[in-house]
């Protein structure tokens, strides 16, 4: 039997025995990704502990955030981000780790505006240059970093990607250390401590654990396949 309470605890389990075989000196965060997933089971793994969840659709998420009103979750949005879809981001979430131009981030900050809320979020890097995917180009991110260092109500804590697809252990880690070492550049350039690498997914859980991710995001290999 396989059951979600199974699935979670092993995935679980296996980001911690990660996390201390690669000797980070804390395991990496489990960010369970919900999106087409209904709201019963986020609730059945709430009740096992689980408190972070990642949603990439704004409007299915907007309704689940309203129906788990009760439950003290950490909402994280993680999807491609309309600039009309700013101001309920702003608004309803935690974390955003999908921030992709200047132009989203400085919308962000400003729907903050008088709020006192202060919004944690990652650029999102587009790694290998891939013309569907969106994120900062790597050559770009110093250029606009200053910028981005003046919205006040904004946490930069990281950065995420979702490098290109590979089954390749090694070009996998290749591209996450990539990531990790424009974080280290950043934080040195700009005096600062970003703590946050948002990079592994259910297929290359391991290879982003190795090279110092600080929160995965897992869908599949908790939930099983998404409803359509
Ligand atoms: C869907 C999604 C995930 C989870 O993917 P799985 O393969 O189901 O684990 C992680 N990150 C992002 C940005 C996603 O859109």
């Not at 981030?105 to 240059?129: F, S, V």
């Not at 090694?170 to 974080?183: D, G």
């Amino acid at each position: 039997m396989n059951t979600l309470k199974q699935r979670y605890q092993k995935i679980k389990q296996e980001v911690q025995q990660l996390s201390e075989q690669f000797n980070h000196k804390q395991s990496a965060l489990l960010l369970a990704v919900s999106k087409r997933h209904p709201t019963e089971k986020i609730r059945e793994l709430f009740s096992y502990g689980q408190h972070c969840f990642g949603e990439n659709y704004l409007q299915e998420a907007l309704e689940k955030i309203e129906e788990l009103s009760d439950l003290n979750i950490e909402w994280h949005f993680i999807g491609p981000i309309q600039s009309n879809k700013t101001k309920a981001i702003a608004e309803n979430f935690n974390w955003v780790h999908s921030v992709d131009r200047t132009k989203i981030a400085t919308r962000l900050n400003n729907h903050l505006e008088g709020t006192g809320k202060q919004l944690n979020i990652c650029l999102q890097i587009n790694l290998n240059k891939e013309p569907q995917k969106s994120g900062f180009l790597i050559e770009d991110i110093l250029q606009q970093f200053p910028q981005l260092l003046k919205l006040n109500h904004l946490n930069i804590r990281g950065l995420m990607a979702i490098p290109e697809h590979t089954d390749d252990p090694i070009k996998q880690a290749e591209n996450f250390r990539l990531l990790k070492q424009m974080l280290d550049k950043l934080n040195q350039q700009f005096d600062l401590n970003m703590d946050t690498l948002s990079m592994g997914m259910s297929g290359d859980m391991t290879a982003a654990i190795q090279e110092g991710s600080t929160i995965i995001r897992i869908g599949t290999a908790i939930f099983g396949a998404r409803e359509h």
